[in-house]
């Protein structure tokens, strides 16, 4: 069976409410959280975007649940020798419950030092170089590396988990999904699509954990919900690659003029339908996955957690 996760939006919300957000899904019966990773949100309406490494801090103090980026970018922004440390050093406060879930990113979060934005295989190609120097410096011992994209001379990690942290990759077409079957402790994607499931077990994945996640919006007037969805995130109905080339906020604002409320209507889960969020969430265990988590949008959480803890939970984890 699987686990039911809760994923906190840093796009939406600032670190006390983060916080508050994981302590209710923590007594609502969650199993575990994700966190978003960003340094814009995807519009000005969402509003937030704290540093997630001082967010995961004051989770480990605040929760038990286990942890994961989904997913952080290791390439442009940030040097992966930099995402090493805090990694490991999330790990240690977590008391191992921490996994790092990584992508190839988005031109809104990493072009901001005005570095070039490379194509996909480009990206691909410096994920796997990052992840190379990550798993070496998670041993604790010393790492030099001059490759391709990265150098690294003489870096130690001496505040290092007793196990080396996993690194979960996301992917949401064949080459990333390939990528994450070789090198991937396990696999991230946001869709039920049980071909690339299928693709990542057999690839080399095997057993391996598969998390998915999805976003919904509670609410008692589901024409509300839907007005709620379609103000704060019309950009994730935006198709093929613009949500990893569009370089700021602005430019997403301007693509989602083309999402209209019907579009949301027809495909985002809102409202207070039990059977509706069900069969969303089950979705993901059918085709499946291992770990799946759920967002809500919007400002009710605690409607949504008590929502949950009563009536959803319940037909989800039942044998």
Not at 279 to 306: K, T
Request: proline share 6%.
């Amino acid at each position: 069976m699987p686990e039911y996760g809760y994923f906190l939006s840093c796009e939406e919300f600032g670190p006390a409410d983060l916080i508050e957000q994981a302590r209710m899904a923590e007594q609502a019966g969650f199993r575990a959280l994700w966190i978003s990773d960003h340094y814009h949100p995807w519009n000005d309406a969402q509003g937030q975007s704290p540093f997630v490494w001082s967010v995961l801090g004051a989770l480990s103090e605040a929760v038990s649940l286990p942890v994961e980026t989904a997913v952080t970018c290791p390439t442009v922004r940030t040097h992966p020798a930099v995402i090493a440390q805090a990694a490991a050093t999330t790990a240690v406060m977590t008391e191992g419950r921490f996994r790092l879930g990584v992508g190839s990113g988005e031109a809104l979060n990493e072009h901001i030092l005005g570095h070039v934005w490379p194509p996909a295989s480009v990206r691909l190609e410096m994920l796997e170089e990052s992840i190379q120097i990550m798993r070496r410096l998670f041993t604790g011992e010393e790492v030099s590396h001059h490759g391709t994209h990265y150098t690294v001379e003489n870096a130690r990690l001496y505040t290092v988990p007793d196990e080396p942290v996993p690194i979960d990759i996301s992917g949401f077409g064949p080459a990333a999904t390939a990528l994450a079957a070789r090198v991937g402790d396990g696999y991230i994607t946001m869709m039920p699509d049980e071909s690339m499931v299928e693709q990542f077990r057999k690839g080399g994945g095997g057993a391996k954990l598969v998390s998915g996640g999805t976003k919904v919006c509670y609410g008692t007037d589901r024409d509300e919900a839907i007005r709620t969805v379609h103000r704060l995130w019309a950009n994730q109905f935006l198709p093929g690659e613009l949500a990893q080339v569009l370089p700021s906020p602005s430019h997403f604002e301007q693509a989602q003029t083309l999402v209209t409320e019907d579009m949301v209507r027809d495909k985002a889960v809102c409202g207070d339908d039990v059977d509706e969020h069900v069969a969303a969430l089950s979705a993901f265990a059918d085709a499946g996955f291992d770990r799946i988590y759920v967002n809500q949008i919007g400002p009710d959480q605690r409607g949504f957690f008590d929502f949950y803890r009563t009536k959803v939970l319940p037909q989800l984890t039942q044998d």
